[in-house]
Each structure stands twice: as structure tokens, then as C-alpha cells.
């Protein structure tokens, strides 16, 4: 499966923005679904993601409330809506998938096989 993001941008604290990730070549059912991000000089972290069946969602607890998951399986395409940015969410975000990963390891992006390119949400103060 390939994944392409987008949707990122220059925006004040405070506001929002909508990623997109795409999945061409095959469905995403039965795909773990995730977005990471990974700011300057930090690892890679979980942002928020869809289990398996995509019954169910994950958030790291930073952006819970303030960010939601969505897909829209016709279009192939998994969303992250980010409400109430803040500058420390400034950073490139990453969609993730994978299919035969284990619930325990949602978190963990060394599990995941497939990528997006990234793309870069900044958050000025």
C-alpha cells in the first residue's frame, strides 16, 4: 500500500488544520492506521491511530480532545483533524499503516511497514 500526506502548513496557536492520507494500491481494511510526528532532534512519536478493524481510535495523551481520527474508507483516505494547536505540536507528521501488527504495539512506529513522505505542520506563538 503507498501513502500519501498532505495538508500541513504555517498556522497561529490556536488554530487548525486537516491532514489527509491517502492509501493507493490496495484497500486499508485490515490495516492498522496511525499518524506520528517527529519534531527537531526528537524521536518519532504516536500522534493518534486507528486499530485494525478501525473500531476503535488511539490518542497520545497530549492531543486528546484537541485532535480526532477519521476515515472515509470510499475514499481510501484517513484524516487528522487538529483543533487548539499549540506550538509544541509544530513538527513533520507521518502516516503509518500495517497489517498484521499487534494491538499492543499501536504505538510503537518501528511496527509499522508502510509510509507517507510527511508533511510539515508549524505552529507559531
Known amino acids: 500500500v503507498q501513502l500519501q500526506a498532505s495538508g500541513g502548513g504555517l498556522v497561529q496557536a490556536g488554530g487548525s488544520l486537516r491532514l489527509s492520507c491517502a492509501a493507493s494500491?490496495?484497500?486499508?481494511?485490515?490495516?492498522?492506521m496511525a499518524w506520528f510526528r517527529q519534531a527537531p532532534g526528537k524521536e518519532r512519536e504516536f500522534v493518534a491511530g486507528?486499530?485494525?478493524?478501525?473500531?476503535?481510535?488511539y490518542y497520545e495523551d497530549s492531543v486528546k480532545n484537541r485532535f480526532t481520527i477519521s476515515r472515509d474508507i470510499a475514499k481510501n483516505t484517513v484524516y487528522l483533524q487538529m483543533d487548539s494547536l499549540k506550538p509544541e505540536d509544530t513538527a513533520v507528521y507521518y502516516c503509518?499503516?500495517?497489517?498484521?501488527?499487534?494491538?499492543?504495539?499501536?504505538?510503537?512506529?518501528?511496527?509499522?511497514?508502510?509510509w507517507g513522505q510527511g508533511t510539515l505542520v508549524t505552529v507559531s506563538s
Open positions: 494500491g490496495r484497500t486499508f481494511r485490515g490495516y492498522a
Open positions: 486507528f486499530s485494525r478493524t478501525g473500531g476503535t481510535t
Open positions: 503509518a499503516a500495517d497489517n498484521s501488527i499487534i494491538q499492543s504495539e499501536y504505538r510503537n512506529y518501528v511496527q509499522y511497514d508502510y
